[in-house]
């Protein structure tokens, strides 16, 4: 096969694919935001010629605390800390606040109460996505006081195969990038 028919096929499977998928993309996890007893946050999602991931878009962003000072190499090492704190949530293993050497646990209530996601639907690009505001109360948990809280957002990769996003945020297998935002004491 000559090169200008190698052109032709690339070229082709290109078009193939939807105009949407072919953009590379980044998500970036805002700062919390603390107003007396709430906390908020943000993220958007944006294009992006040099970094990201091929992307239609999909994905989203949580608040999550960090509740333990134990260090942990992945989120399983996590588990036990979001049953005691939030049956309905889930815990991560994230860069330490102040200290991107070392990993904890860091935890989050269910899914609508402290994130936004998009599985299948792509979020709109360069725009502001707000969090929902949670309330906390920093003397309804023991050792609530002086939590650090931070925003984690993941997008999505393209799944060329299934012409979709692959929802490998939602711990299914496929690529995705993340985005931990910085870390803020809630008083």
Known sequence: MSSSSVAIVLLLAVLALPAHAQTRMQIVAGPVKATGDTISGSFRIRESRRGGIVSIGTGGACLVAERSDHACAGDD???????????????????????????????????????????????????????????????????????????????????????????????????????????????
């Open 77 to 187: 090492d996590c588990g036990e800390l979001r049953t005691q704190y939030h049956a309905q949530g889930w815990a991560y293993c994230l860069p330490a606040a102040g200290d991107n050497r070392r990993k904890t646990c860091w935890v989050r209530g269910a899914d609508p109460d402290y994130c936004r996601k998009s599985p299948m639907v792509p979020l709109p690009l360069d725009t502001r996505i707000d969090l929902p505001d949670v309330a906390v109360d920093p003397l309804s948990a023991p050792g609530a006081r002086g939590v650090y809280w931070r925003v984690v957002a993941c997008l999505n990769g393209y799944d060329a195969v299934a012409k979709a996003g692959n929802r490998a945020c939602g711990g299914a297998p496929g690529n995705a990038t993340t985005s931990n935002g910085p870390p803020r004491r809630m008083p």
